[in-house]
């Protein structure tokens, strides 16, 4: 590795294995028959006085946390997204780290010899594919830090859900005081959502406020 200047170790930190996480909480949820899956529509909700009406079930609160599809949705596109793209690689090479490496971009190791390398930030060019451009970008980076060839083996893209001022969209809507919503975690969706959603569950089940740098109504006066 090109590491001329020498680094530091974060001995204290953690990695979250995203899709894993999803997998098993689908799988607990369903356990508990919690679990339904199901595209909502905007249209097909129904909102009564004490009950919301989604598709076929009646519920009590209804919290959209569907990230960047949220700007097409009919009760919060007014929010300030600045969605932008993200773009990865998985390689393969012959180099053994049992570390990720953070310098400009990160390195995580996955199975042996393989490893997830990113990421992008592009906020013109939101098309749903990834792009010669970026993955240049990518392999630059790549190129500047290790000497050892590797091959890509796949390559993904995600938009992230970010907000103007980088800072999450948590609460009630205005009008519709039993539609939430948890978005605009941006690049840091690992990090934040624990603390937004204990934030969003503490004002609906003991009416405490929520964080007013995260709170939505800090964009009210864009509502209309
Ligand atoms: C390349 C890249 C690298 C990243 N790296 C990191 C990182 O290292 N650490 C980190 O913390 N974050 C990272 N992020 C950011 C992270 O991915 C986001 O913050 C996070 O995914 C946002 O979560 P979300 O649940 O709000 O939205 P999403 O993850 O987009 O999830 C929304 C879900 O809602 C579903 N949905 C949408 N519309 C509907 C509908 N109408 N009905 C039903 N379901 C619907 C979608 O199918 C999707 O499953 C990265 C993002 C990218 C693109």
């Known amino acids: 590795m090109n590491d001329n200047l020498g680094g530091v170790i974060t001995n204290k930190s953690g990695y979250l294995d995203v899709n894993k996480f999803i997998i098993e909480t689908r799988k607990y949820l369903i356990s508990r028959g919690n679990y339904k899956e199901y595209n909502l529509k905007s249209d097909n909700i129904l909102v009564g006085k004490k009950h919301l009406k989604v598709g076929g079930w009646r519920t009590k609160y209804l919290i959209f946390c569907i ?5 097409q949705s009919r009760f919060f596109s007014w929010l300030p997204f600045n969605l932008n793209k993200g773009e990865i690689i998985n390689i393969e090479m012959n180099l053994e780290l049992n570390k990720i490496i953070q310098k400009s971009i990160i390195i995580v190791p996955q199975n042996k010899n393989e490893y997830t390398v990113g990421s992008t930030y ?3 060019n939101l ?3 990834n792009t010669r451009f970026g993955i240049n970008k990518i392999r630059n980076k790549l190129d500047s830090i290790i000497n050892c060839k590797y091959k890509i083996k796949e390559k993904k893209f ?5 907000s103007r001022n980088k800072r999450p969209f948590v609460g009630l809507h205005a009008k519709y005081n ?4 948890l978005n605009g975690l941006g ?8 603390y937004c959603t204990k934030n969003l569950l503490n004002n609906i089940l003991e009416k405490k ?5 995260i709170n939505i109504k800090r964009y009210i006066s864009l509502y209309s």
């Open 127 to 129: 098309t749903h594919k």
């Open 178 to 181: 039993k539609i939430g919503i």
């Open 122 to 124: 592009e906020w013109e």
């Open 67 to 71: 990230g960047a599809h949220q700007i």
């Open 209 to 213: 406020m929520i964080n007013k740098e």
């Open 187 to 194: 690049s840091k969706g690992v990090s934040l959502t624990p």
């Open 158 to 162: 995600g938009i992230r859900p970010a």
